[in-house]
């Protein structure tokens, strides 16, 4: 990460009364994931092929 930090988004469904949340930051050949309860634990980071078969893969609750 070159001492970079990094800039953290919500999904705009998710809301401030916990549950289940995660937090993505997007770089050019990375994406990190973390539990937004938690943000000082270790956060898992994924290929952007990956991410996309991941969103893929998921289905919206309405």
């Not at 998710?14 to 270790?42: M, W, Y």
Request: aromatic share 10%; charged share 15%.
């Amino acid at each position: 990460m070159s001492g970079t930090a990094l800039q953290w988004f919500k999904s705009s469904y998710s809301s401030d009364e916990g549950g289940n949340c995660i937090e993505v930051a997007l770089q050019s050949f990375t994406v990190h994931i973390r539990d937004s309860k938690t943000p000082t634990t270790p956060h898992l980071t994924v290929t952007p092929t990956a991410w996309t078969a991941f969103l893929g893969s998921v289905t919206t609750r309405t």
